[in-house]
């Protein structure tokens, strides 16, 4: 039997809901404002480069403060420490870490020292002189390995020429700079005004880098270098650390005389890299 046979007081009220006039729900199809959605994200406030960079320093002050300084010993000190701990090796190596900073586009520190005591043997040095005419003549008499103008680009390249040292004549560092730039830049090996490896004194700068070591930061900004061995006098040692450190903040731009032209220029401008860590071990200070 049917539902709508019924009489109307037997019908169930959900029936009588469907024989009703039929309810129909309005929905709207209006698009939501982008202007509203983006005035929205513009609330988000991203801090500058230069608010960032306050709020880490202040980090790090605060940090620096909670530093116990009385645990920090002196560089004298340290160094008895270390001497008392390799007693049963006095003839190790003592290595000095530093770690710098370095900004995107910058290339890593590298420079030349000679230690009032060498550490070790020093290794010879392999100069490579791009050079013509007289000044190639010049070269040869003082000592470089590999003398020669753009032919020996391909021999650079090939690996066929191991040079630790890459000089250059303003002549040619032109002809020479379109194929060996992405080979040397990489290396530290590729010759620049900055310096010093473009120069028309060439046997001057073989004669001035006679008798030093190199040394150079990796590509994450640490510098290795071998400083003393343990048996040596602490007064060989300290001088050995402290001529380094110089050589190492006078190619970064970290001395007083690098500050002092800064601010007498009125610039902005700030050290290639600046030295975050230069200590040889967690509880010493220079």
């Given amino acids: 039997m049917s539902l709508l046979s019924l009489c109307r007081q037997c019908l169930p009220p959900l029936t009588r809901m469907a024989q009703s006039p039929s309810i129909q729900r309005q929905f709207t199809n209006t698009q939501v404002s982008l202007a509203a959605k983006r005035q929205k994200q513009s609330k988000i406030r991203i801090p500058s480069k230069k608010a960032a960079a306050a709020k880490a320093r202040r980090k790090a002050a605060i940090a620096s403060k909670s530093v116990d300084r009385s645990e920090f010993l002196t560089l004298a000190d340290a160094i008895s420490v270390l001497r008392a701990v390799e007693v049963a090796s006095p003839s190790s190596t003592l290595d000095l870490y530093i770690k710098t900073e370095i900004k995107n586009g910058v290339a890593v520190p590298k420079g030349r020292v000679n230690l009032p005591r060498e ?147 009125n610039s902005g401008a700030k050290p290639s890299a600046s030295i975050v860590d230069p200590i040889f071990h967690p509880l010493t200070t220079l």
């Fill in 119 to 265: 550490a070790k043997v020093m290794s010879e040095d392999k100069i490579l002189v791009f050079a013509e005419g007289r000044q190639a003549e010049e070269a040869k008499k003082a000592g470089a390995h590999f003398v020669g103008g753009p032919e020996l680009v391909d021999g650079v390249i090939n690996n066929r020429f191991k040079a630790t040292t890459i000089l250059c004549t303003p002549d040619l560092i032109r002809a020479i700079t379109p194929k060996l730039g992405r080979v040397l830049g990489p290396l530290g090996l590729m010759p620049s005004e900055r310096r010093g490896t473009v120069t028309d004194d060439i046997a001057g700068y073989i004669q001035r880098i006679r008798g030093t070591s190199e040394w150079r930061a990796d590509k994450t900004g640490n510098i290795h270098m071998p400083i003393a061995l343990m048996n040596f006098p602490i007064e060989d040692m300290l001088k050995n650390i402290r001529h380094f450190m110089a050589s190492v903040k006078r190619v970064t731009g970290n001395t007083k005389e690098a500050e002092d032209s800064r601010k007498a220029k």
